[in-house]
């Protein structure tokens, strides 16, 4: 059987959930591509964090909103790829980067909706497209969508949808990518302590409190749950 190391690329790495995801999967032998949009310090203690675990970690930058800085994003993973491997295909990707923007429907902007739309869908898209010739067949796609397409907060109905998108678009990934083996999957947390949406659910106590008074576990998600 093949022993080959297996490599993720994690959009969003530096903070939060794709942090906290990278990380895991370094423990789980699994050698780390991931992307930050502008926290280098917080990106370069991740790769150190990693690199202490005995994988490979590379640190990208990356702003999901310019599809026109793709091209590069890819150049730089391919090189990274043939001068470190022998292979130059990753085995996962998960699109996780975003940031939360919020605003009752009836003061929405253009610039809330475009932004929201470039980042939490069409980036999505578009990188996926141009990775998945660097996907290994049998590899796996994730994508992280949220709770609040099922629970309804006030103010998150943009962010909200733009998310059901990707859920509907990661089903026809499944299919599409069925002949090649890949698996597409959502995962969608409820509310996570991070610096997530200016970190409301981590410092906002009555935020905090409402969130864990309606958890199971009577208490806020915490970034290793997910
Ligand atoms: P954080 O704010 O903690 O981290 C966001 C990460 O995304 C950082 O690595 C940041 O880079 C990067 N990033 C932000 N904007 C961009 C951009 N325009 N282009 C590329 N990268 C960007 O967020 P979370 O970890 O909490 O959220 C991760 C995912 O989980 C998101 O998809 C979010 O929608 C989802 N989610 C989060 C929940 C929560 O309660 N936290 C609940 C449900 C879903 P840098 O460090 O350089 O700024």
């Known amino acids: 059987m093949s022993t080959k190391t297996k490599i993720a690329i994690i959009t969003g790495g530096s903070r939060g959930l794709g942090r906290n ?5 370094a423990k789980k032998e699994i050698d780390i591509i991931f992307t930050y949009q502008s926290n280098i ?12 675990l005995g994988r490979r970690a590379k640190a990208i930058q990356l702003d999901i909103r310019q599809n026109s800085s793709f091209e590069n994003f890819l150049i730089e993973v391919n090189t990274y790829l043939k001068q470190n491997y022998t ?3 990753i085995d996962f990707l998960i699109n996780n980067a975003r940031i939360g923007l919020y605003a009752p429907v009836t003061e929405i902007t253009e610039e809330l909706a475009d932004d929201l739309y470039h980042i939490h869908f069409k980036g999505v898209v578009l990188l996926t497209q141009k990775l998945l010739p660097y996907i290994n067949n049998g590899g796996a796609i994730i994508n992280i969508s949220t709770g609040l397409t099922r629970i309804i907060i006030p103010g998150a109905s943009i962010y909200a ?8 678009y990661t089903k026809y990934l499944a299919k599409e990518l069925g002949e090649r083996r890949i698996r597409a999957n ?6 996570i302590e991070t610096d997530f949406g200016g970190g409301r659910t981590r410092d906002n106590k009555e935020i905090n409190a409402y969130i864990a008074s309606n958890t199971a576990l009577g208490r806020a998600g915490l970034p290793e749950d997910i």
């Open 21 to 25: 995801m990278s990380i895991s999967l």
């Open 41 to 52: 310090t917080e990106a370069e203690k991740v790769v150190q964090e990693i690199t202490s």
């Open 87 to 89: 292979g130059s295909k």
């Open 161 to 168: 949808s733009m998310k059901s998108g990707i859920e509907t």
């Open 186 to 191: 959502v995962v969608a947390p409820g509310a």
